[in-house]
């Protein structure tokens, strides 16, 4: 089993920025991927960024420019800094940490969510 925990979400006004945070623990082979999800009410999930183990990265189109996402392999830990914030970026953000294992496809891991508030 993995645990997979957020931090970092709150109330902000639009325009100003907030930094999520995201670690991974328990029965970890190999972390090959981590990423930020999003989940408005009444939406479907959709991603936001997520980043590999060799560092690549990729972007919703909606949040390119304004967010970055970064994160450390030894400590299995994400971030995603949040920059020019508009109420349309109102949701609960979900970290995912894929655990790959030998001979087989791995599991994704979800944390519970951190709500992300920006009022106008």
């Known amino acids: 089993q993995v645990q997979v ?20 623990s ?4 190999s972390i090959i991927l981590m ?7 009444g939406q479907q999930r959709e991603l936001v960024a997520t980043i590999t183990d ?5 972007y ?3 949040v390119k420019g304004r967010f970055t996402i970064s994160g450390d392999n030894a400590k ?3 971030y995603l800094q949040m920059n020019s914030l508009k109420p349309e970026d109102t949701a609960v953000y979900y970290c995912k940490a894929h655990n790959s294992v ?3 496809y791995g ?10 508030t920006v009022s106008s």
């Open 54 to 58: 060799t560092g690549r990265t990729n």
């Open 102 to 104: 030998p001979l087989g």
């Open 5 to 24: 925990v957020e931090s970092g979400g709150g109330l902000v006004q639009a325009g100003g920025s907030l930094r999520l945070s995201c670690a991974a």
């Open 76 to 78: 299995n830990t994400v």
């Open 35 to 41: 990423g930020w999800y999003r989940q408005a009410p």
């Open 60 to 62: 919703a189109d909606s």
């Open 107 to 116: 599991m994704d891991y979800w944390g519970k969510g951190t709500l992300v």
């Open 26 to 29: 328990g029965n970890i082979y």
